[in-house]
């Protein structure tokens, strides 16, 4: 463990205290008389003991599958009355605990994930809001439509990622798949089912919009969608992160492409990644900016990649690791079978499996920090000192997000820093868990280090609740939080719903 | 990055939830018990198996959760071996024992290549007979519908007889109609020359040629997910070829034809003209379902144009 990583970090108590169960019996009754199954032995509820960042570990008292809006109000209602927890989980793909629950009620919403209408003209889908993202792109797909922008994994919810961002490799150009909802059906905490958009209910949406399941349960969204359209890809390789940033920040600020991200083996080998929707696209970039970015293609890298570790032998491990991780991962996003024509057919599908293969472990931890444009690079270039520091090996994700100025009341208190104008940017810091064993200590040391640099920068995070609440006054001060928590208390007053994640 | 050994069983399951996206009982009931994960995750949490007689009732044991698994957890696997310890239902007691019967005293194999038609193929006569001209390579009498069926239902194999089994069938190339028994087949006969009839028959030009565009072509999911790696490339070739589109989801993964439901959510949003099986067993479900015509693969060439061409 790194000998300053908790400097100026008062250690607080940030894992949730577990509920102690006062009044179960009498609420399960109640539930069970309304015709509502909850769902007590062991085996269902071990379904629910941690979440895809495997270190925070709670279990319900019992799991309710969410069946219907009625059913979830009846649930709440009873929830506010007995005082019970309610922690509602999507995809359970939060990794500092935010779906995890620490006794009470774990309402499932994967139960509730059908497609209600698709229009074609108006390019809306009215969706369950359980329903995962990649479900929601089978059945666009056979309409030929797909969704604007989603986490690049296939196991998010749409409900879930609406109450936390949704960071796509268009949203550069699309903004956050939270920026994407029309209107959403909400249940408010005490048990009323709400519609809500920007004209009707306007408050209630902007607090459940990026409002990490504090103001409601969203059961149905709509959300806008576009035509389908395969997309070519091209990847660029850099020796510096620096460089990758700027020509990235370049061209989203040129609007110059239709994708763009960058993905890194460390800070040795960063790939930008760009891709276009149409061939028009693709040409216009190819005519006015390709020639200006930095980055090589594969064969230009490896040559220079070549010379470089020619002349320093002794980082021959290092030379080694990259070659075993291109070997390992590039052939992944190049498979055939998701290509047609040169055309990648699904970027969630290539990516996600990518990921969850190449990436992911049983441990997750992913510290991130989202900046303004301008503090982007230092953000990166310090968070990645940080990661050279504790791990031996491991990846950074960077993408743009396109803010809508006329969206500024939903990114209150969000992942969306404050001082960010046109484009805020993410930076995920992923160590590669691999099969060393850490203690949690190490990652928690990790993920403060690289926090404390979003509290000297100004930033924010996108994953800034459950283990990690600790740094929410930090970050936004505690007029902002007390504002929130005063709004929470009128919503909630029983404080049952997402108790754990944020207050 | 998670491990790549092989196989892996349920307490490797991390819960990342990908399963659920293939798997068909999670679709029927959108209830996280219902689904592999479900199981894995409960028997980590020390349920017995009685307890999860339901689902394990309910899986149609499509293998669709194997290639996805990024633990490489055996989860077809772990779910056949699971059912060994629930009690089957005694209408599958009895039809065991008549297949029992029936295999104990097979004809004489032919020589050479031959096929294992299964219980379902082998129930319609015609198409056998179908089947075996155009592949043009012999029937086993004992195609092992017993051992098949135990898979199935996790009744006992004597081990007496799978040897006995294996040894008529060893060296020879084999075309396998159950794709449950060709899933073991290839765990059994490791480097044997093994096909699926989709796979053998989608093989031969005379059927080949008359995939067209407006077809809609339901890949058997056992056999395909039990070769995934390989036989994605095959099909892949096949849609590209013919334009016909499939019953393969966004990841490349086979919805089973194993009911009416998830026959009407493969077709949901889809008009195709023509619906070509490779399972017979499917072809019934369909013509439930689907108001356009049902063909299995082997209809779609007249008889002994497959042997005049060649
Ligand atoms: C391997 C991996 C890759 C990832 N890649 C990306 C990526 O590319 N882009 C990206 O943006 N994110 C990414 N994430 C983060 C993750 O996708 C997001 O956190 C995700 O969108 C959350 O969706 P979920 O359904 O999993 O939500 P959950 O984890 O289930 O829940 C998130 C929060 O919302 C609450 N909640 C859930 N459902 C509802 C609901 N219906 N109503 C109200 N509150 C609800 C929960 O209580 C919790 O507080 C990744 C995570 C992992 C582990």
Excluded at chain 1, 330 to 355: C, L, Q, W, Y
Excluded at chain 2, 118 to 141: F, H, K, N, Q, S
């Amino acid at each position: 463990m790194a000998p300053d990583a908790l400097q100026g970090i008062v250690r607080q108590q940030t894992n949730a205290a577990r509920w102690n169960g006062a009044g179960w019996p009498d609420f399960v009754a109640a539930l069970c008389a309304a015709g509502v199954e909850v769902a007590e032995s062991a085996a269902t509820r071990g379904i629910f003991a941690t979440d895809a960042g495997g270190t925070a570990y709670g279990l319900p008292h019992g799991v309710v599958v969410a069946r219907s809006a009625a059913q979830v109000a009846g649930l709440l209602q009873a929830a506010q009355a007995h005082r019970v927890p309610v922690t509602v989980r999507g995809g359970g793909l939060t990794t500092e605990g935010e779906s995890v629950a620490y006794g009470g009620v774990l309402l499932d919403m994967t139960g509730m994930s059908r497609v209600l209408a698709i229009d074609a003209d108006a390019l809306t889908v009215r969706t369950e809001a359980g329903i995962y993202w990649h479900g929601l792109a089978e059945e666009l797909r056979r309409a030929g439509l797909d969704y604007l922008s989603a986490p690049l994994n296939m196991t998010s919810s749409v409900g879930g990622t609406l109450g936390v961002g949704g960071i796509d490799v268009n949203s550069a150009r699309l903004g956050c798949s939270a920026d994407q909802a029309i209107s959403l059906q909400v249940v408010t905490p005490t048990g009323e089912i709400v519609e809500c958009s920007d004209s009707e209910n306007a408050e209630l949406f902007q607090r459940v919009i990026l409002g990490y399941g504090q103001f409601g349960v969203i059961t149905e969204a709509t959300l806008k969608i576009r035509p389908y359209t395969p997309l070519s890809m091209h990847y660029y390789y850099y020796s510096t992160l620096r460089s990758a940033i700027e020509d990235l920040q370049m061209l989203d600020a040129n609007d110059a492409s239709d994708y763009s991200g960058i993905l890194t083996i460390m800070d040795c080998a960063v790939n930008l990644l760009v891709a276009f929707d149409s061939s028009e696209r693709e040409a216009a970039f190819k005519a006015n900016w390709e020639q200006r970015l930095r980055g090589h293609g594969e064969f230009g890298f490896a040559l220079c990649m070549a010379g470089h570790y020619a002349l320093r032998p002794w980082k021959a491990g290092e030379a080694l690791y990259l070659l075993k991780r291109k070997q390992a991962v590039f052939p992944e996003f190049r498979r055939p079978e998701f290509h047609r024509d040169g055309r990648m057919e699904d970027r969630t599908v290539v990516f996600s499996r990518a990921v969850w293969k190449h990436w992911g472990s049983r441990n997750m931890v992913i510290p991130d920090l989202a900046t303004s444009a301008d503090k982007f690079i230092d953000a990166v270039e310090r968070g990645n000192a940080v990661c050279r520091k504790f791990f031996p090996h491991y990846t950074l994700y960077c993408v743009g997000i396109k803010l809508r100025p006329e969206h500024k009341p939903h990114y209150e208190m969000s992942c969306v820093p404050p001082d960010a104008e046109g484009w805020a940017y993410g930076c995920e810091f992923e160590p590669m868990i691999e099969d060393a064993v850490y203690s949690r200590d190490h990652f928690q040391s990790f993920k403060n280090a690289i926090y404390d640099i979003g509290v000297d920068l100004g930033a924010s995070y996108y994953r800034f609740g459950g283990m990690m609440k600790g740094y929410i006054r930090r970050v936004f001060g505690d007029a902002l939080v007390d504002k929130h928590l005063a709004m929470k208390r009128r919503a909630d007053p029983a404080m049952i719903l997402n108790r754990d994640v944020i207050f | 990055m998670y491990s790549t050994a092989h196989p892996r069983d349920y307490p490797a399951c991390s819960g990342c939830s990908l399963c659920r996206l293939v798997c068909p009982m999670w679709r029927s009931h959108r209830d996280p018990r219902f689904s592999p994960e479900g199981l894995a995750k409960a028997r980590q949490n020390g349920a017995a198996v009685t307890e999860l007689a339901d689902v394990l009732d309910a899986c149609v044991l499509c293998g669709a959760c194997d290639p996805v698994c990024p633990e490489n957890i055996d989860l077809g696997g772990m779910i056949m071996d699971l059912r060994r310890d629930v009690p089957a239902r005694p209408e599958q007691a009895a039809l065991q024992t008549g297949y029992r019967k029936a295999a104990a005293a097979p004809d004489a194999a032919p020589a050479g290549a031959l096929l294992l038609p299964g219980a379902a193929l082998r129930a319609d006569a015609g198409l056998l007979a179908r089947v075996l001209e155009l592949l043009g390579i012999g029937c086993a009498t004992d195609d092992g519908a017993d051992i098949a069926l135990a898979l199935e239902i996790g009744g006992a194999i004597d081990p007496g007889r799978r040897r006995s089994f294996l040894d008529m069938l060893g060296g020879r190339t084999l075309v396998v109609g159950d794709g449950l028994l060709l899933r073991e087949l290839r765990h059994w006969l490791p480097g044997a020359r093994l096909q699926g009839l989709g796979e053998a028959l989608g093989n031969l030009g005379a059927i080949r040629r008359r995939i067209a565009s407006a077809d809609f072509y339901v890949v058997e999911a056992r056999a395909y997910h039990a070769d995934h790696e390989r036989l994605v490339a095959h099909y892949d070739a096949l849609r590209k070829e013919s334009g016909c589109s499939m019953n393969l989801d966004l990841q490349r993964i086979a919805i089973p034809g194993c009911d009416e439901a998830e026959a009407s959510w493969m077709l949901k949003g889809r008009r195709p003209a023509r619906i070509l099986v490779e399972s017979p067993a499917e072809r019934e479900v369909f013509r439930c379902v689907a108001g356009v015509p049902v063909l299995h693969l082997a209809e779609l060439a007249a008889p002994n144009e497959e042997m005049h061409n060649a």
